[in-house]
Nanobody, 123 residues
Framework: QLQASGGGLVQAGGSLRLSCAAS????????MEWFRQAPGREREFVAA????????WYADSAKGRFTIARDVAKNTVYLQLNRLKPEDTAVYYC??????????????????WGKGTQVTVSS
C-alpha cells in the first residue's frame, strides 16, 4: 500500500514536501515514482528513485526544482517541490514499478498506486 500526503495550497515560488509511505509489502526491488495529473490532462511522470540505489530521475519539467529522495528506514519516499509555478497545480500520485534495467515512465507500467494528494499553486 502506498499513502501520499503533504499536498496543499501554496503561492507561486513557494515549496511543499510530499511524502509517500509504503506499507504492506517489501518494495526493496521496486522503483518508486511520482506522477501528476492536472485537470483535463493525462497523468505524467515527474520523478523516480530506486530503493536499491540513491540515483534519481526527473522529467524535464522537474529538473532543478524538484528533488526525490527515499528514507529506507522509514519506508518513505519524498518529493520536495521548490519554486512552484501555477502550472505545477495537479494531483500528485506516488507509484511503484518492479525494478528493471530502464526507468519506466508510463503510468501503465506501474504496479502499485497510492491515492493522490492535491497541490495547488496560486499566482
Amino acid at each position: 500500500q502506498l499513502q501520499a500526503s503533504g499536498g496543499g495550497l501554496v503561492q507561486a515560488g513557494g515549496s511543499l514536501r510530499l511524502s509517500c509511505a509504503a506499507s504492506g509489502r517489501a518494495f526493496s526491488s521496486y522503483t518508486m515514482e511520482w506522477f501528476r495529473q492536472a485537470p483535463g490532462r493525462e497523468r505524467e511522470f515527474v520523478a523516480a528513485i530506486r530503493w536499491s540505489s540513491d540515483s534519481p530521475w526527473y522529467a524535464d519539467s522537474a529538473k532543478g526544482r524538484f528533488t526525490i529522495a527515499r528514507d529506507v528506514a522509514k519506508n518513505t519516499v519524498y518529493l520536495q517541490l521548490n519554486r512552484l509555478k501555477p502550472e505545477d497545480t495537479a494531483v500528485y500520485y506516488c507509484a511503484a514499478a518492479r525494478e528493471d534495467d530502464r526507468i519506466k515512465v508510463a503510468p501503465d507500467d506501474m504496479d502499485y498506486w497510492g491515492k493522490g494528494t492535491q497541490v495547488t499553486v496560486s499566482s
